[in-house]
């Protein structure tokens, strides 16, 4: 029997989508979506919340394609603003005052961020129950496992 093993980008695959869950879900904790700070950028778009509680398959797939779709644009935002001001604080897109303190390219990076962001998620989602899901994923183990599970097959 030959032995199971990963490959080097199977491993990075994975820890990538297992990255972006934990971020989503640390997101509704701290309330501040889209942030970007040195530990997470994540995407809440308002304070509106559904009160249906189960999440369907479809909505599932259309929320980790949310979250996939954000990521490149995540990362690249980071960058960009870490290169100008050496540091990515914390901004919430919901707090103008978080954007407005920022050097002006900063703020026009971070603002188009925002933009982008939200526009990304209606693509999939209704932003507001692309929140509720991310508020139900951290409190539900087995809808966090169905998110992942999902991610990682999008991802191949």
């Not at 999440?55 to 960009?80: C, F, G, K």
């Not at 961020?113 to 526009?119: D, E, F, G, T, V």
Request: hydrophobic share 35%; glycine share 2%; proline share 6%.
């Amino acid at each position: 029997m030959m032995p199971f093993s990963y490959s080097q980008p199977h491993l990075k695959n994975l820890s990538r989508s297992l990255a972006v869950v934990i971020l989503a879900t640390a997101s509704c904790l701290s309330g501040v979506i889209p942030e970007l700070s040195d530990n997470s950028l994540t995407l809440v778009f308002s304070n509106s919340a559904y009160a249906q509680s189960s999440v369907s398959d479809p909505e599932i797939t259309s929320y980790a394609q949310a979250i996939l779709a954000m990521e490149p644009l995540r990362q690249e935002t980071y960058n960009e603003i870490k290169k100008i001001i050496g540091y990515v604080p914390e901004i919430q897109c919901h707090l103008p005052d978080s954007i407005n303190k920022l050097p002006n390219e900063a703020r026009k990076i971070a603002e188009n961020y925002c933009r982008q962001s939200l526009s990304l998620v209606a693509n999939y989602l209704n932003p507001p129950r692309f929140n509720e899901i991310t508020r139900l994923a951290d409190k539900n183990e087995d809808l966090r496992r169905r998110i992942q599970r999902r991610l990682l097959e999008l991802q191949g």
